[in-house]
């Protein structure tokens, strides 16, 4: 499963003629530690948080979230964002479902159809962004421009202050 994801993800940067970089290094899924593996700032990391928001009682959204590394996601803007009443964490084997990937390597795309891809434009700042490609031991660094252009997220604010 991951590493199709893997695969797929090098495949699209290739295709779409990204600038980028693969990264092998210790198998590593905590956003700070592997930063250090990384060489960065995790800041700079484009850590995606799969989200379930409610809304009303009978319809589920789900929300690929985009934000740094070093911060974390408010519900509250999220909801305001989808027209929702309740968000939390997708539970864990619906956000690997919908990812394609196990928590702690789940990339920046929303390769499921079921799922709203948003990036936080705190990580517009940076030329290059850094996330775990489908694997614990694999990192894609991709110029932001050629993120924004291929993922084509929708860039709202959704990290808590």
Do not use: W
């Not at 797929?8 to 592997?34: F, M, Q, S």
């Not at 590394?69 to 305001?80: N, P, W």
């Not at 968000?87 to 956000?95: I, K, L, Q, S, W």
């Amino acid at each position: 499963m991951a590493d199709d994801i893997y695969q797929k993800l090098v495949n699209l940067l290739d295709e779409r003629g990204a600038t980028y970089r693969v990264i092998e290094h210790d198998p590593e899924g905590e956003t700070a530690a592997v930063s250090a593996l990384r060489g960065h700032d995790p800041a700079q990391a484009a850590k995606c948080i799969i989200v379930m928001v409610k809304i009303g009682k009978k319809v589920t959204r789900f929300v690929a979230a985009v934000l740094p590394g070093d911060r974390r996601v408010s519900f509250d803007k999220l909801k305001a964002l989808t027209g929702g009443t309740f968000a939390r964490f997708a539970e864990r084997d619906v956000a690997e479902k919908l990812a394609g990937t196990p928590v702690g390597t789940i990339p920046p795309f929303a390769f499921d159809e079921r799922l709203e891809l948003i990036f936080d434009p705190e990580l517009l700042q940076y030329d290059e962004v850094f996330f775990n490609a489908g694997r614990l031991d694999r990192t894609i660094g991709v110029a932001t421009k050629d993120y924004l252009a291929i993922a084509e997220p929708r860039i709202e604010s959704i990290m808590e202050a």
